[in-house]
């Protein structure tokens, strides 16, 4: 009658069995998985803050480059081109020659004599020179020329209808002593021209 009582207990120890062999079995899986999901947790948070960051960055990059486009644009609609030369990968001296050769074609047409010119490549307080001067040259005259007013005043209104841009930073005009139909002009420009 034992072994009948026994049979009775047969079903749940094998259950019990069962069950404590499968936690067993199954937890150091279970750990493992465990682990595996803590990891692949972190590494998620991980990459969705460097994720964030880049997204960042990204939105400054295109920010920044649409106002470059801007600017850019902007200088194409509201001024003149810069002058380019024809050949590429010249020194600064031979990149501004034929900006300056054009000016002095101006100048020898209206008959203007000049006493002096004075150069200064790429100076420090000009604003193309801060911010692009990889992109542009850029050269100071300083002129002392002698003139009539009329001849002046024509060579002044094609400076100013000149197909390239250029800076006219000051114009000191003092009439000549002896004669006060002769100008003695200190002339600063700017050229510009594109690498």
Known sequence: MNSEKLKFYYIPIFIIILAIGAIVYFAPKIWENYQNYNTTKDSIKD???????????LEQYK???AE???KEQKEKVSGKPFYKPI?????????ITGEFSEILQLIRVNKIKVRSISY??????????KGASSKYNVARLNMEMIANYANYDNFLKELYKHEHFLDIQSVEIVPYKKNKKILLINCKIKLYAQK
């Open 87 to 95: 050949e590429s990968g010249l020194d600064k001296e031979s990149v």
């Open 47 to 57: 990459k969705t803050e460097q994720l964030e960051k880049k997204q960042a960055q």
């Open 63 to 65: 920010k920044e480059e």
């Open 68 to 70: 470059q486009a801007a």
């Open 120 to 129: 200064d490549y790429d100076p420090a307080d000009d604003n193309f020179v």
